[in-house]
């Protein structure tokens, strides 16, 4: 990464700057190397954490400034363009894009017959350009914050937390990523640390449950409606020559779903033979660059692995909260 | 008042009057409960201000560089309002502050000034055993009251809230780099690097306080970011959490209890 003027970096000796993982800064290594650890944990999740054996060792990071073009054409057409070169999206990395399979697309004819521009045919097409680059800018961040943690000489990372949000310039987005670095107590550390969204007593009961997390597994997928004028219509609340109309929008329908399957059947291939635990679909909406309607839906979980039969859960008590 | 020594007239003549055996506090009856069950009583409110001006401070428009001026500008105004909180708990003779929060107020009257406020209550030990951190001063926590209460279970003792900030700022593209990325994406390492260092020194000055003070651990780290009044490439990173040590008791915490709620 490239130079940065604040003196702190410039007064590190250079064998320790060796030590820091090529990618990182050089903050990044002095800071783990210092006395006291740091956790983004509550104190519910630090004490069950402290419960389970496991000892955190450093708050964990990763970040990535990501250009957000719509003509992006690194590798391919904007319709199927993949990562550029160097990227560390990769087979059975845990961030495989949404547009690695066949792609989504669906024409909508007009149902009137008649030709005009206010009559016109619309589609649904999906974006791959739009799903490579937000798996390139989450991988990025993802792989840093990993070798953030193989440099604290970490087991695992627990309560990963994963953000994207503009910046200040117009298609810029910053992907961030955090999460605790913690040590399995008595243990050699594995050769890569495994990751969970899970902490605290989630995590204790997922190991109850013959569980042992693999890595977070997720994967954005997008989808871009250009609406027909029956849509059109319907978006509007009416069913077209003024008078209202009840019923579905097909269109809508049919992108919010396939939006939904994409994003599934990415993460799906990141699982192998494991399964998904703890799926969260976030689905935003927004205006498309050069119009029509963005739908996007982003598919979070932690890929777990059975590695003991299940220990039964205690009955549970009843309670009644006063307050 | 010009160093934190210094208390108002009005505060000392508050605090007077909660000697006498009153105690204010904005712990909910809940946080109440569990300070008390942990060994501590609430002896009163305590608080913290600075107005201070942050001033400006030239910057390169194509430079990413950290604004040394206003950090040092943010962390004084907070130290100070700490201080004062501080200076406050040891007049009631209090073990620590729990609850502690830090808020950056702007007022219409003051271009480039803002009020740093502490808050917190104050608790003593209620066995006489002395929690003063390694400086000999009430810890301090931002801790809620349930929280603190766990922590005592897990055998940790806080320390102080401890804190880092940079203000950075974040280089503008050139035309050139610009053009050079029409219709890609792409990675720019330029923020990218940027961002990662600027919060990196926020995160190891909060860990050098915490080493200073001879802490074990910092929980519930949280970074925050706010450009203030400085615009959108200016930006104050600022990590904050609470230092902790283990103590000298056992970690009692109770095995979790699985439940069904009744309630709807």
């Not at chain 1, 049919?254 to 699982?271: E, I, K, M, Y």
């Not at chain 1, 935003?284 to 299940?310: A, I, P, Q, S, Y």
């Not at chain 2, 940079?166 to 690097?193: S, Y």
Request: charged share 20%; with cysteine; aromatic share 8%.
């Amino acid at each position: 990464m490239s130079d940065v003027d604040h003196p702190e970096a410039r007064d590190l000796p250079e064998a320790t700057a060796a030590q820091v993982a090529t990618d990182l800064p050089e903050a990044v290594g002095r800071r783990l190397k210092s006395g006291a650890w740091s956790s983004g944990l509550s104190v519910a999740d630090f004490a069950a954490c402290v419960s389970m054996g496991l000892r955190p060792l450093a708050l964990v990071q990763g970040f990535c400034a990501m250009q957000w073009s719509a003509y992006a054409m690194s590798g391919g057409s904007p319709w199927g363009s993949r990562p550029t070169a160097g990227s560390p999206q990769g087979a059975g990395a845990p961030y495989a894009s949404a547009g690695s399979g066949s792609g989504y697309n669906e024409t909508w004819p007009c149902p009137h017959g008649i030709a005009s521009i206010e009559h016109r045919w619309g589609g649904n097409y999906e974006q791959p350009w739009a799903e490579h680059a937000w798996s390139q800018g989450f991988g990025s961040a993802y792989t840093r914050m990993v070798e953030e943690a193989q440099e604290a000489g970490a087991h695992g990372i627990i309560d990963v937390v994963d953000t994207s949000r503009y910046l200040s310039e117009q298609s810029v987005i910053e992907f961030h990523v955090t999460g605790t670095a913690v040590a399995v107590e008595d243990s050699p550390a594995p050769p890569a640390p495994w990751s969970t969204y899970l902490a605290g007593q989630r995590l204790a009961k997922l190991f109850e449950a013959g569980f042992v997390p693999v890595s977070v597994a997720a994967a954005m997928s997008s989808v871009l409606m250009w609406p027909n004028c029956q849509t059109e219509y319907l978006l509007r609340g009416t069913g077209g020559w003024g008078y209202s109309y009840g019923g579905e929008i097909e269109q809508v329908i049919n992108a919010d779903t396939a939006v939904r399957r994409l994003a599934r059947a990415a993460v799906r291939s990141q699982l192998g033979s494991d399964t998904l635990h703890g799926a969260r679909f976030a689905v935003t909406r927004h205006t498309g660059n050069m119009g029509g309607h963005v739908v996007e839906c982003t598919l979070r979980g932690t890929r777990v692995r059975r590695f003991k039969d299940f220990d039964p859960i205690p009955a549970a008590r009843p309670t009644v909260r006063l307050s | 008042m010009t160093e934190a020594a210094d208390l108002p007239e009005a505060t000392r003549h508050r605090l007077e009057e909660l000697e006498h055996g009153l105690f204010t506090s904005d712990l909910s009856v809940n946080e109440f409960l569990l300070v008390k069950h942990a060994g501590f009583h609430p002896l009163g409110f305590v608080m913290g201000s600075s107005i201070y001006h942050t001033g400006i401070q030239t910057r390169r428009w194509g430079k990413s560089q950290e604004l040394t001026k206003l950090t040092e500008a943010m962390y004084n105004a907070r130290e100070l309002a700490m201080t004062r909180m501080e200076e406050e708990a040891q007049e009631l003779g209090a073990d620590g502050v729990v609850g502690v929060r830090l808020d950056v107020n702007y007022y219409e009257w003051g271009r480039d000034a803002a009020e740093f406020i502490a808050l917190g209550t104050a608790v003593k030990a209620e066995d006489g055993t002395s929690y003063l951190n390694a400086q000999g001063k009430p810890f301090t926590s931002d801790l809620s009251g349930q929280d603190f209460w766990t922590l005592m279970q897990t055998g940790h003792v806080p320390q102080a809230l401890v804190l880092g900030t940079c203000v950075f700022h974040i280089a503008h593209r050139g035309l050139a780099q610009t053009l050079g990325t029409v219709g890609q994406n792409v990675e720019l390492p330029n923020f990218t690097q940027a961002l990662y260092e600027a919060r990196e020194l926020a995160m190891t000055r909060m860990q050098d306080e915490a080493n200073r003070l001879g802490a074990t651990g910092i929980v519930g780290v949280r970074l925050e970011e706010k450009s203030h009044q400085w615009g959108s490439h200016t930006i104050e990173f600022l990590a904050i959490g609470t230092a902790v040590t283990k103590g000298t008791g056992a970690a009692t915490l109770p095995v979790p209890t699985t439940i069904i709620s009744l309630d709807n």
